[in-house]
């Protein structure tokens, strides 16, 4: 267990931008894709240094309901390997784990060498919606706040390397997205019922947020604030911070020459197969 020798920050202390301040002017989709491929080539050569060194990075995204972590996610992973880049996004808890310590059922899904696990919402449940929706007794979201910064320093002086995200948006940019997926096919599955029973629990979830980062803004694992009511800066602004964090060089690749092969043009063959339709 931690020697404790780190000390947490005071509440006084946190260098977390206010989250209201004015927001930048939008990219357009040209900037915006053009800066996203530069910096998913940036990632794949932090994967490649990851992997060579054996480095272990646990990422943590946080936020409120439509915050834009899913879509910070995928903008992540979309050009690295699945088997470098872990996605968690752990179900309720079974019986069986509820009766397990809290923590305990996010502890295996921690990374080994050569890896890097992102949790779309991770232990902090107990601090967030768990206090808010009274998932959880009192008592136990204390005991919470008082042991995860010693476990998350058990996990730093293990070799991992913790970086945890908290992306916060406007509660008027909130209800635009929360609608959006009301109205649109593709994002219903979106809005759970959990969803729509937090919705009016705004400031229940800043109170929760503020004891939070109070308790767990440490020296060792500090929490980063991304305002992203332009999902598009948050996704930029979000890996380019998470490249800052993790020290990486280009490793030398070897040169790649696609091998000469024989096709033999119209090849006759009885093979009878059913065809996709053309439509289009």
Not at 51 to 77: H, S, Y
Not at 104 to 125: C, M, T
Not at 221 to 226: E, F, H, L
Request: hydrophobic share 40%; with cysteine.
């Amino acid at each position: 267990m931690a020697s404790g020798k780190k000390k947490k920050k005071a509440a006084s202390d946190t260098e977390h931008p206010p989250v209201a301040d004015a927001v930048a002017e939008p990219l357009t989709d040209k900037a915006y894709r053009k800066e996203l491929k530069r910096l998913h080539v940036e990632l794949v050569k932090l994967q490649r240094w990851v992997v060579d060194k054996g480095l272990k990075v646990c990422i943590v995204f946080e936020g409120r309901d439509g915050a834009g972590k899913g879509g910070t996610i995928k903008a992540i992973t979309e050009r690295v390997s699945p088997r470098v880049f872990r996605v968690m996004a752990l179900p309720a808890p079974t019986d069986r784990e509820k009766s397990q310590m809290y923590i305990q059922r996010y502890l295996g899904h921690l990374p080994a060498a050569g890896e890097i696990v992102i949790f779309d919402r991770s232990w902090y449940n107990r601090a967030g919606v768990e206090r808010v929706m009274g998932f959880c007794k009192p008592d136990q979201v204390t005991h919470f706040l008082n042991a995860t910064p010693l476990v998350e320093q058990a996990m730093v002086d293990s070799g991992v390397i913790l970086l945890k995200y908290w992306l916060e948006v406007s509660p008027e940019e909130q209800e635009r997205r929360l609608r959006d997926r009301i109205d649109d096919g593709r994002k219903t599955w979106k809005l759970s019922p959990m969803d729509l029973k937090s919705f009016t629990r705004w400031d229940e979830y800043t109170e929760a947020r503020d004891a939070m980062f109070a308790a767990t803004d440490t020296e060792w694992a500090p929490w980063y604030v991304a305002r992203s009511e332009n999902k598009k800066q948050a996704r930029l602004n979000v890996i380019s911070h998470l490249l800052s964090q993790v020290p990486y060089k280009e490793l030398p690749l070897d040169k790649v020459r696609l091998p000469k092969r024989k096709i033999t043009a119209d090849m006759p063959t009885d093979l009878k197969v059913k065809l996709v339709p053309e439509q289009f």
